[in-house]
């Protein structure tokens, strides 16, 4: 990614700062910045890059092989962003690993990129990326009953929180979404907090189903209903928060926030970030994530190092965590709003 021109692209956004700081949740990564499609979605690529820009929350997807190893992939099939095709759950995951992601972007903006190298990740992988670089995540469990590959029982649910517990990522790093109750029944009962991702035609009463149920977080398509601010406020009123989806727009994202939402799923980070924050935020919120990789580097190495290097280390440790620490003081000044 040429880091100039998306500093050019960036300076031409612009939106006011909003009244109050909502979470930004990289939608498959985030792999549109600015209006740009820059990594392929649903994988390593644009984990790092949606992590690298800010975002607050990793969002992602999860697939079973045909030998029931947890998969990061949006679609059933292999045919839209892959350069395979057929269904991902009659491959194995070591077939699956032959497979490359072709494309750039996400949903609109999506770009054919023929001869790519780029892998479908093994959710383990990815959950591994994520215990190592303290990043949060939102995870779908891609399983309902209008899918080719629907396992009616909890099995498939069971395969993907596994992978998750195996990890040893953090519960409260993760936070579990499904448009199928019976997975996040699964999750629910395994410690996880969980989301309720609806559709536009039924966001009706979705909230009183997610509270009878225990579920954590509303997730409608947006707009909610015609009166997008009374479904956040009912929302609320019930305790949960509300972190709609998809956003590519900046008047998208203004208008979710004025309703007074707690988050938004975004495929463009960095126009949410203009948005919620202001023009300042995503550079802060940048050099805020570099130095917070460059300590997580210099510790492992410190950890491995023994006598006088451990010694040398332990002072570079030192030294980053004092730039990280000012990083994120100007993060917290030039990102809050109103501050």
């Known amino acids: 990614m040429r880091i100039a021109l998306l500093a050019l692209v960036l300076s031409l956004v612009a939106a006011a700062p909003a009244a109050a700081a909502v979470e930004i949740h990289a939608h498959r990564g985030g792999p549109v910045a600015a209006g740009v499609p820059v990594t392929p979605e649903d994988t390593q690529e644009s984990f790092a890059f949606g992590d690298s820009i800010g975002a607050d929350v990793v969002e992602l997807d999860a697939k079973l092989s045909s030998d029931r190893v947890p998969m990061v992939m949006h679609d059933a099939t292999l045919d839209r962003t892959t350069d395979c095709d057929g269904q991902i759950s009659q491959r194995t995951a070591a077939e699956l690993a032959a497979c490359h992601v072709d494309v750039i972007g996400t949903e609109a ?54 992978a998750v517990t195996a990890s040893g990522v953090p519960r409260d790093h993760v936070l579990i979404q499904s448009f199928w ?5 699964v999750a629910k009962a395994a410690g996880f907090r969980t989301s309720f991702l609806t559709l536009a035609q039924s966001n009706n009463g979705s909230i009183e189903v997610a509270q009878s149920r225990g579920y954590d977080v509303m997730s409608p398509a947006w707009p909610p209903s015609s009166n997008p601010t009374d479904y956040v406020q009912r929302a609320h009123a019930a305790g949960k928060p509300v972190v709609p989806y998809t956003f590519n727009k900046a008047d998208e994202v203004q208008a979710a926030v004025e309703a007074g939402v707690d988050g938004v799923i975004a495929n463009d980070v960095i126009v949410a970030q203009h948005v919620i924050y202001g023009v300042d935020c995503p550079t802060s ?14 510790r492992k190495a410190r950890n491995r190092a023994r006598g006088t290097n451990r010694i040398r280390l332990s002072a570079e440790v030192k030294r980053i965590n004092g730039k990280r620490q000012a990083a994120k003081r100007l993060r917290l000044k030039v990102c809050t709003p109103g501050a």
């Open 109 to 162: 903006d999506i770009r054919q990129v023929p001869g790519a190298t780029v892998a479908i990740p093994k959710l383990a992988d990815v959950l591994a990326w994520a215990k190592a670089n303290d990043v949060h995540l939102n995870l779908e469990i891609k399983n309902q009953p209008t899918d080719p590959d629907y396992d009616g029982s909890s099995g498939f649910a069971t395969a993907v929180l596994d």
């Open 285 to 298: 919120r940048t050099r805020e994530a570099s130095q917070r990789k460059s300590l997580a580097r210099i």
């Open 181 to 185: 109750p019976p997975n996040l029944d």
